[in-house]
C-alpha cells in the first residue's frame, strides 16, 4: 500500500519562534490521532530546520525546500543536500514552480539537485505542473510529461522509489482556484502512467504522487478521494496548524 502524505510547504513564512510555535502546534494536533497510513511532513525555511527537528516526534517529517545543484564549495549563499540532511531533515523539495519561475531553474539542474539530494540520503518531493497558459493550450500533459522525464533522467528504479512527486497545476497556487477533482485524478493517473513506463508497474503503484494548489480543509476531502492522489502539497493553510490538521484529517 503507498504511503498517504500531507506535507506542509511554509515558503518565506514565519520567524524563528513562530516557526517553532507552530511545528509545536502542529505535534500537539497530531498527537490526538491521525488517520491510518498518514505521514505529516513539515518544510520550513532553512534557518528553522536544526531546531525544529528537536520538536517533531519521530512520525513527522521534516523537509528542506531546495537545495543546491552543486556539493559544496564557493556558491555563496548556497545549501547543500548533505547539509539539509545533517540537521535531521529526511526530505527536500526540488523543483517547485516558484523557484522554477523566479529562480530559473531548468530540468537538468533539477536533475542534479534529485541526484545530490538522493546520494545525501534524502527523499525528495519533486514537483511538476504546467501553468495557466499551458493548461489553456491544452499541452498540460506534454509539459508535465517532459519535466518528469527530464527532472529524473539516470535516476535508476532503487533511487526513484525514495522519490514523492507531487503535481502542483502553477495557475492554482496560492490563487484560491484548485484544480477539480477530475482535473487532479485525470493528471495523476497521466503521471503514474508515465512512471510505469520508466520504472514498471510495481514502483509506479507504489509512488506517492501528492496534489498541491489551494488545497484547503474544504476540498481536501474531494480531492484525496481520486484513486491517484495520495495527499497533498499545501502551501497558505499549513501556516495554521488547525486548518493543516483538518487537511490530514479528511482522508
Ligand atoms: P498553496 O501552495 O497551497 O498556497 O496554493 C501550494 C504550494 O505551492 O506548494
Redesign the pocket.
Known sequence: MRRKIVAG?W?MNTLLQDGKDLAEAVKKKAGQGLPENVTLILAPPFTHLAGIKQILPDNIGLAAQNCASENSGAFTGEVSAAMVASTGAEYVIIG???RRLYNKETDAELNKKLKLALSAGLSPIFCCGENLHEREKGIHSEVVRKQIELGLADISEEEFKNIII?Y?PVW????GQTATPDQAQDMHRFIRIQLEGMYGSKTAGDTTILY????NPSNAGVLFANSDVDGG?????SLKADDFLAIANSF
Open positions: 510547504n515558503k517547485h514552480s516558484e507531487a502542483e492554482a497556487i496560492g490563487t498541491g494548489g489551494s488545497c502539497l499545501i502551501g497558505g493553510a
